[in-house]
């Protein structure tokens, strides 16, 4: 039987001929399930943690020990290195404990595919390929560029994430599409870029980065229907996991009311390890409430 890498190679060189994303809701293999974005322990990672840090190599024994999390969803800031070896370790660190690595947030800052300057957006298309060739090897699902706080040149953006979208689709990972920088203000961002690339580019909301409460609501609501992954944002959170900026339940209902059913990767960060261990805690004990709390509205009595 085919198999999609023998569907890819059969493809025309001139023709863009990638399948279409399979579940607009989610992976069901990831339904349900909870984890961490990387940057929510950038500083453990760091060494700046206090009073106690860890290693990347550490972090997916943490994660299902101390939470009962088992998704970890990376940035290229927290990869010690990329060396085939140290992947390689990372990989089986993950797999024995039984956690599931799912994205690369290739984060690099200084990075223009956007630009029209040649050199500026061959640089960036460089670099990226070189992060797509790392998620390929560590088996992730996806990769996403970072959106810049400028907007770009729409036409090279999209061509680029074209480009980038054929590449990833080659090694077996699909390009993500994330609200931030020059994307915050329009709640349709995610939704109009996807469209206009086309093939291998799915999403993924983040409930934080939107520049009003309005704007927070209706793109999540616009958002949500096609996203196959969540940053599942909260900033400053009270003792009892008050979050007085937006509201963390809503964002849970308008997501679990598109269809979407996870994967859900909170982005929470602390310097103090051990509340940052209290507060991941009371996160995912709440996603879990309200969980089983919309299984029971919908289901008969």
């Known amino acids: 039987m085919p198999t999609r890498r023998d569907f890819l190679a059969a493809c ?56 009962g999390f088992e998704v970890i969803d ?12 140290y992947l390689d370790k990372l990989r089986k660190a993950t797999d024995d404990a039984g956690c599931i690595l799912t994205n690369l947030k290739m984060n690099q800052r200084n990075l223009k595919m956007g630009s029209i300057d040649k050199d500026a957006r061959s640089l960036a298309l460089s670099e ?20 810049r706080a400028e907007k770009p040149d729409r036409k090279t953006y999209v061509a680029s994430y074209q480009e980038l979208a054929k590449y990833a689709a080659e090694k077996e990972v699909t390009m993500l599409v994330e609200n931030f920088g020059w994307m915050q203000n329009d709640s349709e961002s995610v939704v109009k870029l996807i469209k206009e690339v086309g093939d291998n580019v799915e999403a993924c909301p983040d409930t934080g980065n939107w520049d009003s409460k309005q704007l927070r609501i209706d793109g999540l609501k616009k958002t949500f229907p096609i996203a196959v992954t969540c940053d599942f944002k909260a900033r400053k959170l009270g003792p009892k996991g008050e979050h ?58």
């Open 244 to 301: 007085p900026l937006y509201d963390l339940k809503q964002c849970f209902e308008i997501g679990w009311q598109a269809g979407f059913r996870g994967p859900w990767c909170f982005e929470h960060a602390n310097t103090d390890t051990n509340a940052l261990f209290r507060e991941l805690n009371l996160l995912g004990n709440m996603l879990r409430d309200w969980t089983k709390l919309s299984d029971q509205a919908k289901t008969p009595r």
């Open 74 to 85: 990376l940035n290229t800031s927290s990869l010690a290195s990329t060396k085939k070896s």
């Open 128 to 147: 990226y390929k070189k992060s797509i060739d790392v998620a390929a090897h560590l088996g992730l699902r996806w990769a996403r560029p970072l959106p």
């Open 12 to 67: 025309s060189a001139a023709t863009l001929c990638i399948p279409k994303p399979t579940q607009a809701a989610g992976p069901k293999a990831l339904a349900n399930k909870l984890g961490i974005t990387t940057s929510s322990v950038g500083s453990q990672l760091a060494g700046r943690g206090k009073p106690k840090n860890f290693t990347l190599l550490e972090l997916p024994h943490i994660l299902n020990n101390e939470f």
